[in-house]
């Protein structure tokens, strides 16, 4: 039985305490929030203790896992403190604001010999899951272009979102999922070119990045972390082959949880009529969640690879520069 401790207790930790909440094999034993405010109330949703450090958790209830759903300019101190206690690390995305950061993130796992996935979720979405068996399979025939977007309003449950030295803004927060599942099938692209908006405070918010790999495929992936009004949360991914059209598109409310969702997915072959393709009935933080626990089990990494991780994050590092320069990076 794995004995699972969460570090924060906000939008992201409630999801995974849901979860974790009903695997077979595993215990939800801490929330640990130094501000006892949400954190007590939802210990005793999920029948676990409150603690206020992590130091303190680990000495009462000696947990293999920690599950890190704090602000991303804190994963670092934390992965660096679960490792050194010995145990494994899941930590939300995006895991860091740096290589160096994520570096001696990894180090400090390495050193503790305990297991380090990143929860890039998005991999999971059940839509995505099909995209790409039919990317894999290639059942596009050649693929000529791929367009990606992920736009939604600042999150209303937090006010660190807009501080680019704590979340990285839109570039890292939002952005790293497209980035991570494009990279997830074809690999590290060869250049990018990116254009965007930026705040004040110095923050990408809004960014349309083209990618291009040496096969002569091209993606161009739009993101927002700040649309104004009433602008719903909203994905779409489109993918266009020499035998036909995939196209995924997905809104809901104005944050994600606000409404029921609709979507409309759509295979348009070639040479047949337009059809729905099936879809697998999983929960995304379920089987993300499934996948590092059974990593452990299986003693084997997991499939969110340490080396992806690090090659997404020189993709994010790269897409700043052309922002900052307006040139195209090569990688
Ligand atoms: N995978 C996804 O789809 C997804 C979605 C949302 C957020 N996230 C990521 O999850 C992380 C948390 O985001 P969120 O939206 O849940 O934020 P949030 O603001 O809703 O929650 C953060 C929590 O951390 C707590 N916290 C703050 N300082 C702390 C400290 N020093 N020690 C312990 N707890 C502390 C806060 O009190 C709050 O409970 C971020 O890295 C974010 O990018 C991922």
Redesign the pocket.
């Known amino acids: 039985m794995f004995k699972i401790a969460i ?7 409630k999801q995974h305490a849901e979860v974790i909440s009903k695997f077979k094999d595993a215990k939800l034993v801490a929330i ?4 006892p405010r ?2 007590k109330k939802i210990a005793d949703q999920f029948a676990c203790n409150y603690y206020s450090d992590l130091a303190g958790a680990f000495a009462a209830e000696k947990m293999d896992v920690v599950d890190i ?4 300019y ?2 670092e101190e ?1 992965v660096v403190e679960a490792a050194d206690l010995g145990c494994h690390v899941l930590c ?3 895991v860091a604001l740096s290589i160096d950061s994520y570096d001696r993130m990894v180090k400090a796992c390495a050193d503790g010999n305990v297991r380090f996935m990143v ?1 890039q ?2 991999r999971w979405w059940p839509e995505f899951v099909t995209i790409k068996e039919y990317l894999q399979n290639n059942q596009l025939g050649n693929l000529r272009m791929i367009y990606e977007k992920r736009l939604c309003q600042l ?1 209303d ?2 006010n ?1 979102h807009s501080d680019p030295e704590k ?1 990285g803004g839109g570039l890292y ?1 939002l952005n790293i ?1 497209d980035i991570d599942f494009l990279m997830s099938v074809f690999g590290k692209p060869d250049t990018v070119y990116a254009v965007g908006w930026q705040t004040e405070r110095e923050a990408w918010m809004h960014v349309a990045t083209s990618l291009a790999w040496n096969t002569g495929l091209k993606a161009v992936v739009e993101t927002s972390l700040q649309m104004e009004g009433d602008w719903p949360f909203s994905v779409e991914f489109r993918a266009t082959g020499s035998e036909g059209t995939l196209h995924y598109e997905f809104t809901a409310g104005v944050n994600i949880l606000d409404a029921e969702p609709t979507s409309r997915f759509t295979m348009y072959p070639k040479d047949s009529d337009a059809m729905e393709p099936s879809v697998p009935a999983i929960d995304m933080f379920e089987s993300e969640i499934r996948e590092f626990l059974d990593s452990i089990k299986e003693e084997r990494e997991a499939s969110v690879t340490i080396a992806q991780v690090r090659e997404v994050l020189q993709v994010i590092e790269a897409t700043q520069k052309s922002l900052e320069t307006g040139e195209v990076i090569k990688l």
């Open positions: 570090i924060g207790s906000g939008y992201i930790a640990i929030n130094p501000n949400n954190a759903c704090v602000p991303t804190l994963h934390y939300e995305k995006p929860a979720v998005a999150p449950w937090s660190w979340s927060d999922h």
